[in-house]
Structures are given as C-alpha cells and as structure tokens.
C-alpha cells in the first residue's frame, strides 16, 4: 500500500490543476467576451479538452500501476520454505553456453529483476556480484543462480558492479559500492556478497538473511567440500541491510586477493553478533576453475591491516567509499553497475 500513495498524490495535483486552469480561462473568456473577444473561446475550449485528454491517460496508466501493486501487497505471503526446491543439483557448464540462452531460459527476468507471481516473497534480496573481466564465469553464474533463486520464491535483483581501469582489483570496495547503488533502486531487506566463480549447488541453501550473519559457503568442489579454515567468513555471505550498515562495510583498503573476508568477520565479532551456516550437505558449491587473474594479486598488506580492524573500522568502510560512478545499465538479466577507482580513492 505504501508504493500507491505517491500515484494517488500526483493524480490528484494533476486534476487540482486542471481545475484551476479550467477557472482561469474561462474567466479569461468571460472576461474577453464584454470587450469582443468571443471568438477566441473555441480555441480555449479545445486547449482544455487536449489537456484533459492528456490528464486523463496519465491517470489510467497510474491507476493500472497502482492497481499492479495493490494485487502484489494482496497476494499471501511465500511459505519459508518452496514447495519448488530439488535439493542437490548436478552441475553442467556448456562450453558454447551464451547469454541470448541464458536470457531465453529466464523469460520472467527483466532488467535484472524477478519477483514470484504466486505469493509474496518473504525478502527483496539483492545478489552483489564484483567482477573485471570474468564474463564466462557470469554467464555459467547467470545460468545456474535465476533458476535457483526462482525456485525460492524471492523478490531480487541481481548487481554486477564492474570495476574498470587497470588499478588492482579490489572486491570489498566494489561491494561497498554494490550496496549503495543497490539501495538507491530499492530499499532491500537482504544482501548477498557473491563471488562470480562460486556456483551453489543444493536449492536448500536459502539466499535469505537471518538474525545473524549467514555464510553459505561450507565446502566447494575444490577443498573436497570441506570448509576451507575456521572462521572463513568469504565466497558468498548474507547481511540484512542493517547488519551490513552496523559494522560500517567492508574496508576500502584491501588492494589485490586476500583479506577483506576475514575483516569483515572481525567487525561482526566486534559488533557481537555471531554467524551461522548451512549444514554442510547444504551449503555446497562448484568452483569454477581460473587462473589468478592479472591485476589481482594477492595482497601482502593483509595481515596487517587486519590487526587494524578495532581501530579503523568506524572510519573504513560504507562512510568513507569513494569511487566515480561510470554507468548502470539495466541489461535483461543483471543490473551491471561500473565503476572507477581513482589513484588515492
């Protein structure tokens, strides 16, 4: 109901306005008709019937959007758990895959959005996906992760935040971004920090947030699915808006490979908040092989930065990210948002 309040608003300024220009000229032509100007009223009265007609199709596509929300708010809340869910999935990644496919397969999806048709969905979740030259990872992503997410019966939207440039590569800080720009199209209740080479394979594992931080990560094809070190809080977590806004973000710091999971632990332990996971029949995953890519480096400041934490956290993340928005595109099946890191940003 929330969502029809601005429509009903505007319609009626719109015909307060109409009323007040309808006044207006016919006192005009009143006022005209005692000095010989008569002859200009049918000119007016056609004016008013354009701009009525004009009023009055502006009204009917807002009352067919409201009305489209309305029936959205009516339907029953999704159950907690889809009735849709298979459980563990075989996965198989074509190599002459293409994205006019993946897009052929998802019909529902538009401009990288998809809500169920059914029911309610219990979260709007927002899928961050940072990347830099990974298309076929995002595409073998794309192809796996709408279906699944479908079949959980959610409200989301997938964001690809590209990082441009040849700066080093820098995933906390395009996640930071993610959420922000995110929030600017949607008010979501859940995030999801994914990385574009892990593929989830059992629909049970629910891209949905807790009372807690959630890691969905418990093993992947390439640690024989086992969780790669105590306390490994990376690959794909889960935050509510509000627990990711707590602890401030990511750090903006962590140039190259490594770290930037491990301090984002930190600041949920420093926050008290503790995290859950999946049982480990659930939360599986397919690494997709690569190389480690140019520009990517592992990081050699890590560990030092991450005895940092307790004193820069205030001050490092969501409230000092700066970058230079470059575009957001709305393509079929993904919100792709680019951006540039300047030298000292």
Not at 49 to 74: D, P, R, V, Y
Not at 90 to 105: H, N, T, Y
Not at 192 to 214: A, G, R, S
Request: glycine letters at 6%; aromatic letters at 12%.
């Amino acid at each position: 109901m929330g969502f029809n309040l601005p429509f009903h608003l505007s319609y009626k300024f719109r015909l307060l306005l109409l009323c007040t220009l309808c006044l207006t000229v016919v006192g005009w032509a009143t006022s005209n008709y005692f000095v010989g100007a008569i002859q200009e009223i049918p000119k007016a009265k056609d004016f008013v019937a354009g701009f009525s007609k004009a009023i009055i199709a502006l009204g009917k596509e807002e009352t067919l959007s409201s009305e489209a929300s309305q029936k959205k708010a009516e339907l029953d809340n999704c159950p907690s758990v889809s009735p849709n869910l298979r459980g563990q999935s075989k996965l198989i990644f074509k190599a002459d895959l293409s994205l006019q496919e993946v897009q052929a397969k998802n019909p529902k999806v538009s401009r990288g959005r998809y809500h169920p048709e059914e029911c309610k969905a219990l979260q709007r979740v927002a899928i961050l996906i940072p990347h830099r030259n990974r298309e076929k990872h995002l595409m073998y992503l794309l192809e796996h992760l709408h279906p699944f997410l479908q079949r959980q019966q959610l409200d989301y939207g997938i964001y690809v935040i590209h990082q441009a440039g040849a700066k080093k590569f820098n995933r906390a800080k395009l996640l930071n971004v993610g959420y922000l720009e995110a929030l600017k199209e949607e008010n979501w209740d859940c995030f999801i920090f994914h990385d574009v080479d892990l593929v989830p394979e059992n629909d049970f594992n629910l891209y949905m947030c807790e009372d807690q931080p959630k890691h969905l990560v418990v093993g992947r094809n390439s640690t024989g699915y086992r969780l790669r070190y105590s306390g490994y809080f990376g690959g794909v977590t889960a935050l509510t808006r509000e627990q990711f806004f707590k602890v401030n973000g990511f750090s903006n710091n962590y140039w190259g490979w490594g770290g930037e999971d491990d301090d984002l632990r930190l600041r949920v332990q420093l926050h008290r908040m503790k995290i859950s996971r999946p049982k480990p029949e659930v939360g599986k995953y397919t690494m997709i092989f690569h190389t480690r890519d140019r520009g990517n480096e592992v990081n050699m400041e890590r560990m030092k930065l991450l005895h940092q934490v307790s004193r820069v956290w205030r001050t490092d993340g969501l409230t000092s990210c700066n970058y230079k928005l470059l575009s957001v595109e709305h393509n079929p099946l993904y919100i792709n948002i680019t951006v540039d890191f300047w030298v000292g940003a």
